[in-house]
């Protein structure tokens, strides 16, 4: 997976990129924390999938 990705930040309030600042395995499949490199809005990922990632 990459270090990086492009996502909305509702914080900024427009396409920002993200960094990945932490990742772990849990039963559910990976977990990811990102961060936005503008403002350090942070937001938490499981597996990629969801459209509407969850706030760190």
Request: charged residues 30%.
């Amino acid at each position: 997976m990459s270090l990086e990705m492009e996502f909305h930040c509702p914080d900024c309030g427009e396409t920002q990129d993200f960094w990945r600042v932490a990742a772990m395995t849990l039963h559910l499949g990976e977990k990811t924390k990102w961060r936005c490199n503008h403002c350090d809005y942070g937001l938490t990922r499981i597996n990629g999938d969801r459209a509407d990632p969850i706030e760190a």
